[in-house]
T-cell receptor, first 113, second 114 residues
Framework: GENVEQHPSTLSVQEGDSAVIKCTYSDSASNYFPWYKQELGKRPQLIID?????GEKKDQRIAVTLNKTAKHFSLHITETQPEDSAVYFC????????????FGGGTRLMVKP | ETGVTQSPTHLIKTRGQQVTLRCSSQSGHNTVSWYQQALGQGPQFIFQYYREEENGRGNFPPRFSGLQFPNYSSELNVNALELDDSALYLC?????????????FGPGTRLTVL
């Protein structure tokens, strides 16, 4: 089955700096890669996603890049703010498995004021 | 916030007991997935229901079972509870089975097994 690895497990940055979180996946059939933000005690919320036919997608301060050949994708957050502090999860989805998501282990991002 | 609701919010059980968790999907969504999230880890897929039928299952034993009702709400049942079953149980609803469809998560049920 699919396996998703995520790094780093914790990331501390100064407010205004950029943050990058990286994920790798194992199944080349994966075609959808969402990123979720989970604040303490709350539900995961989708912040950005990318399909396998696209190499990069941007939404204001957040961007995601995908390298299908290397089977890795990354989340980039620019001009970080304290409210960006949360746990971020990457995930991958395979068409033959419906929309079952395989999640990475998560990255705890701390933005220091 | 999504329109996905879950009940109860918290639950405490003892080993060997049985538990039923409930999920109401967002209006217009016919697919519900269940995930187990242990403390400090990413969610793990348990199973998915599409139009009242199981549509996929993760690596969980048969004592984890589920149902989906005609209104697309869903239940997760766990028999013979073990200490390792302590986790946050999340359901997510989707409009269809396509891998591109966004999954909307509920707030979760925190299960503690003593």
């Amino acid at each position: 089955g699919e396996n998703v690895e995520q790094h780093p497990s914790t990331l501390s940055v100064q407010e205004g700096d950029s943050a990058v979180i990286k994920c790798t996946y194992s199944d080349s059939a994966s075609n959808y890669f969402p990123w979720y933000k989970q604040e303490l005690g709350k539900r995961p919320q989708l912040i950005i996603d990318i399909r396998s036919n696209v190499g990069e997608k941007k939404d204001q301060r957040i961007a995601v890049t995908l390298n299908k050949t290397a089977k890795h994708f990354s989340l980039h957050i620019t001009e970080t703010q304290p409210e960006d502090s949360a746990v971020y999860f990457c995930a991958a989805s395979i068409p033959r498995a419906g929309n079952m998501l395989t999640f990475g282990g998560g990255t705890r991002l701390m933005v220091k004021p | 916030e999504t329109g996905v609701t879950q009940s109860p919010t918290h639950l405490i059980k003892t080993r060997g007991q049985q538990v039923t968790l409930r999920c109401s999907s967002q209006s217009g969504h016919n697919t519900v997935s269940w995930y187990q999230q242990a403390l400090g880890q990413g969610p793990q897929f348990i199973f998915q229901y599409y139009r009242e039928e199981e549509n996929g299952r993760g690596n969980f034993p048969p004592r984890f079972s589920g149902l989906q009702f005609p209104n697309y709400s869903s239940e997760l049942n766990v028999n013979a509870l073990e200490l390792d079953d302590s986790a946050l149980y999340l359901c997510a609803s989707t409009a269809g089975r396509s891998s591109y469809n966004e999954q909307f998560f509920g707030p979760g049920t925190r299960l503690t097994v003593l």
